[in-house]
Structures are given as C-alpha cells and as structure tokens.
C-alpha cells in the first residue's frame, strides 16, 4: 500500500492559480498511473489528471484542458497539479490517488491506494 499526502490547496478568487503536491511516501513500483481527483459536495467524486508514472504520459478531463498540469518527479515521488485560471467550480476537495492498472485512468474503483484530500476554494 502506498500513503500519499497532498498539500498546497487553499482560498483563491477566480481567475487565480494554485498548486497542489502529493507525496507518495513508499516506494512506487508497481504504480501505474497516478491522479488527481476532486469531489463537491453533494456531487460524486471525479476525475481531473492523471499521469503515467513510467512513461509520463498525461490525460486531462474535458473540464480542465489547456487550464490545469499534471506533472511528476519520480526522484521525489511526488505528482503535481498546477492549476490556472480557476473557476467557482472548481471548488471541490481534490485527492491523489494510486492505481496499478494501465486502463481507465479516469475511473475511480481502478485506483487503489488515495490521499486525505486538500481543500480548493475558488471565490467569484
């Protein structure tokens, strides 16, 4: 099982931009992909980025393209999202999250091990 803790969420208004860390704290081998995830309250948890943790290819939900990076360093074991031009919806807790599975990065059951979550808070 690998832990993984995120930081570097926070209030920002709109149009602003944040980056957010999440360090894995045991070894990754065995990690495919990693992700970040976001959930609103009363809303259903969701995909935003994943990143293949070998290969660094990245995927991005139709919502985020072309405003948020997914980006890692495998020598510090640890995934970033850098977010740009923030919206009001884009509030939501955003988690990291582990999977061993090369399919359906975008999909939460494939993903095994997650973060505690860090709150994003977008002002209008």
């Known amino acids: 099982q690998v832990q993984l803790v995120e930081s570097g969420g926070g209030l920002v208004q709109a149009g602003g931009s944040l980056r957010l860390s999440c360090a894995a704290s045991?070894?990754?081998?065995?990690?495919?992909?990693m992700g970040w995830f976001r959930q609103a309250p009363g809303k259903e948890r969701e995909i935003v980025a994943a990143?293949?943790?070998?290969?660094?290819?990245?995927n991005y939900a139709d919502y985020v393209q072309g405003r948020f990076t997914i980006s890692r360093d495998i020598a510090k074991n640890t995934i970033y999202l850098q977010m740009n031009s923030l919206k009001p919806e884009d509030t939501a807790v955003y988690y990291c999250?582990?999977?061993?599975?090369?399919?359906?990065?975008?999909?939460?059951?494939?993903?095994?091990?997650w973060g505690q979550g860090t709150q994003v808070t977008v002002s209008s």
């Open positions: 045991q070894r990754t081998f065995g990690i495919y992909y």
């Open positions: 990143i293949s943790w070998r290969v660094r290819n990245t």
């Open positions: 999250a582990a999977s061993k599975y090369g399919s359906s990065w975008s999909e939460v059951s494939r993903y095994d091990d």
